[in-house]
């Protein structure tokens, strides 16, 4: 006697393929741990589909990034207005300045001069004397502790060549921020701009960029000046900015990535 046909019960993940969220959530879970930059957005050798899951796991960062700066701009617009009158003049003179010298990071590169690029600036062996000090000084506020103490503790015209032509110097000055930037840092610069009488002004008959590059450098350190004796509350105020700045650059860095993508 033929025994009865019985139908097999049909499995969920037919031909061992995995479904398309559970897929994406184990991209996702990759991701998290190998971060996102440029090169592994366009990277090929993994899998067909890895541009496909990294542009998902991207615009799924970017998101939630862009909820969380606009909860954080909301409590920054409330603590704005409960702020007592003396605070809030405080936070708007500090927030003045730190536009002040946050500017010239946009300028410097422009083409205003001759040597309208600074790299162009790096490849002088022999400056003239207002180049070489006026640019030198600013140098004290970007070098890090190691730098300077390779350097013997005084920097040369050669450590500036090889700064000022880094592809990355733009970005080297962005993060040398009023918090990063030392008490040793600054009493450095000053004693150089003092002993060589150098001025932005001058500075400008040479080159607009060192010109730029000194007024940075005078700016963020009245910032820091200023900052310095402030409330504690108006610091912790401030400092909650330096975080909102944080997170807009992470998603600038995010939808540069995905762009490339």
Known sequence: MQRAKTSKPKSRIANNKIPTHIHSGLWSIIFSYIGV???LANCRLVCKKW????????????????????????????????????????LDAALELKSQFEE?????????????????????????????????????????KDELKKEGGALSWKFSKKKLQDKNFMKIMKEATPEKITQ???TRFEELVQASLITPMQLAHESTQACYMMEWALKIIEYKNF???????????????????QKQGEIDKLQMILETA
């Open 104 to 144: 010239y990071i946009e300028l410097i590169p422009k083409k205003y001069s001759l040597f309208h690029r600074v790299s162009d600036l790096g490849r002088l062996n022999r400056p003239p004397v207002l180049l070489h000090y006026g640019i030198l000084s600013v140098m004290y506020l970007l070098a890090t």
């Open 184 to 186: 040793s840092q600054i």
């Open 51 to 90: 541009k496909k899951y990294y542009r998902r796991y991207l615009q799924m960062l970017l998101i939630e990034r862009t909820n969380t700066l606009e909860s954080f701009n909301q409590n920054w617009k409330d603590i704005l207005e409960s702020a007592d009158p003396n605070m809030k003049k405080d």
């Open 227 to 245: 900052t310095k004796n402030l409330s504690k509350e108006t610091k912790e105020t401030l400092g909650l900015l330096n975080v909102k700045d």
């Open 37 to 39: 930059n440029k090169n």
